[in-house]
């Protein structure tokens, strides 16, 4: 059956983007649909089916509300409508923090069901052996240090990170335990900028920042902040380089007028007999 699926020579490999470490930074969009990777695909290094898919497509207060199931099902769409970057799948909460064999178990299916090239895990040096044991199953991970969504109810909010010595100290140790587990890269999220430029000058795995440093070796933005379709407050750390809230917000008034006034359907759109016509 003829398909309109992309089709490229290959895909970027956690390997080559290693390998990117202090070259040109690394670009990466979070996706969570067919159409979307699409549209990306073409343009980024990295594509994330990010955790965050449970608050942007799903209402949840926080990233909380993922699960496997929701995980394995946009990472599947993802990889349907993508064929050059390199697909990274977030492990939800709740699917790999307790014991190794249950993260390796978790990290497989997420592996195995959806195509992906790699997976995502929150924390340092809470979830070393985590890594450590996913890597040596077979499957790549990205890591996450800094501020950790997943761990907001445990905080108490979104705390940014490396404000104290103190914590400074602990996510320099989080990135190096993430770096010694095997890690290929590792995300680093709402931390003050010297320490994630610090982060990323003493680590040979590449950064990938949000809310973090220009000096990480790639940024990672989630797509709807990206084009401006975030509905609720906008984070200081995004840039939106569209404003799709106003273009759908106008197109569903537009489209709302024209069937009150019976201008949609017009003859063009309809099915109309030739002697009728
Ligand atoms: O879930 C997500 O989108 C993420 C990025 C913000 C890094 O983890």
């Known amino acids: 059956m003829a398909s309109d699926a992309p089709v490229a020579a290959r895909r970027i490999t956690p390997a080559e983007l290693l ?3 202090g070259g040109v930074p690394i670009v990466c969009l979070t996706a969570y649909t067919y159409p979307i990777a699409r549209l990306l695909d073409p343009h980024v290094d990295l594509i994330l089916v990010g955790d965050s898919v449970a608050m942007v497509l799903h209402g949840h ?37 307790d014991t190794v064999a249950n993260a390796v178990a978790s990290a497989q299916r997420i ?51 490396g404000r104290s010595d103190e914590n400074i100290a602990a996510l320099l140790a989080d990135a190096r335990a993430v770096e010694a587990a095997g890690a290929f890269s590792v995300v680093i999220e709402g931390t003050m900028e010297p320490v994630a430029a610090e982060i990323s000058r003493m680590l040979a795995i590449p950064t990938i920042g949000i809310g973090a440093s220009s000096r990480c070796d790639g940024q990672v ?46 003859p063009e759109h309809l099915f109309i007999p030739k002697d009728k016509a």
């Open 221 to 266: 933005l989630v797509i709807d902040d990206a084009v401006g379709l975030t509905v609720d407050r906008v984070p200081k750390f995004v840039k939106e380089y569209a404003h799709l809230r106003d273009i759908v917000a106008e197109a569903a008034a537009a489209y709302a007028a024209d069937v009150r006034n019976r201008a949609f359907p017009a």
């Open 61 to 97: 207060a926080n990233t909380l509300g993922a699960t496997m199931d929701m995980m394995v099902a946009h990472g599947q769409a993802v990889m349907r409508g993508s064929a050059r970057a390199c697909v990274v799948v977030d492990m939800p909460a709740g699917s790999y923090e």
């Open 19 to 21: 390998a990117r470490k």
């Open 111 to 161: 592996f195995d069901e959806t195509g992906c090239h790699a997976v995502k895990l929150e924390g340092g040096t809470a979830v070393a052996a985590q890594i450590a044991a996913i890597v040596a199953a077979g499957i790549p991970v990205m890591g996450h240090i800094g501020l950790l969504p997943q761990w907001v109810e445990k905080e108490g909010g979104y705390k940014i990170k």
